[in-house]
């Protein structure tokens, strides 16, 4: 979730005042009610914003830092991203990540909604700007929600390959 929703609370109130102020205010009752109706605005505004706070902040929170050693930041990656390493590392892909980061890494995954962390968005360069060394050390290590596959995924050759899949990943 973005913090982007904090837009919410105020398009909410915003609407349900343009439509009471369209009713026409004749009466002196109409005139009270008007301004009994204005209580449970407020509430609906402060309620609705404190909800969206809280969600915008927990998801810049979950955006912590992962640090990578130095050792394997630098890491040189020994494949060629050709069309054989592509194609090996999408075939794993769609085993193993598919159902997280969803099919073009978008964090859409069938599994997404349950993630306690947002697996991110692989098209943008917060993840392309990264070192080939350091996602090979993420895919190997994993952190929380993000599966360690050092054991799953035995040969470094394939977790190379799927870091030259990531690549072909990255919005144009
Ligand atoms: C169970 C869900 C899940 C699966 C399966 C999964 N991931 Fe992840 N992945 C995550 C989550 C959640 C994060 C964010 C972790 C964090 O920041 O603590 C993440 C983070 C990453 C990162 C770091 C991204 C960045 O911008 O720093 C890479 C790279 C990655 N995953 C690659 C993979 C690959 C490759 C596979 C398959 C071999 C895979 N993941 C399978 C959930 C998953």
Redesign the pocket.
């Known amino acids: 979730m973005q913090p982007s929703i904090l837009i919410y609370p105020f398009l909410s109130t915003f609407i349900i005042g343009k439509m009471f102020r369209e009713q026409k205010t004749s009466s002196l009752k109409q005139i009270i009610m008007k301004t009994k109706l204005l209580i449970p605005m407020a509430f609906l505004f402060a309620g609705t914003l404190i909800f969206s706070m809280i969600t915008g902040f927990k998801s810049l929170q ?3 830092p ?1 640090p990578v050693p130095d050792a394997d930041k630098n890491k040189v990656n020994p494949l060629k991203p050709d069309a054989s390493s592509i194609s090996d590392g999408k075939a ?2 769609s085993l ?2 598919k ?3 969803g099919t073009k890494g978008m964090g859409d ?1 069938s ?1 997404a909604a349950q ?1 306690k ?4 968005d ?1 098209s943008k360069v ?2 392309q700007s ?1 070192t080939d060394g ?2 090979f050390y ?2 190997s290590k994993g ?5 360690s ?1 050092k054991k ?2 035995p040969e470094n050759d394939d ?1 190379w390959s ?1 870091v030259n899949y ?1 690549r072909t990943l990255k919005s144009k």
């Open positions: 979950d955006k912590k992962w794993l892909w193993h990540c159902s997280c980061h995954g599994k993630l962390t947002e697996p991110g692989f917060a993840t990264q350091s996602l993420k895919i952190r929380d929600d993000m599966p596959f799953k995924i977790i799927l990531i």
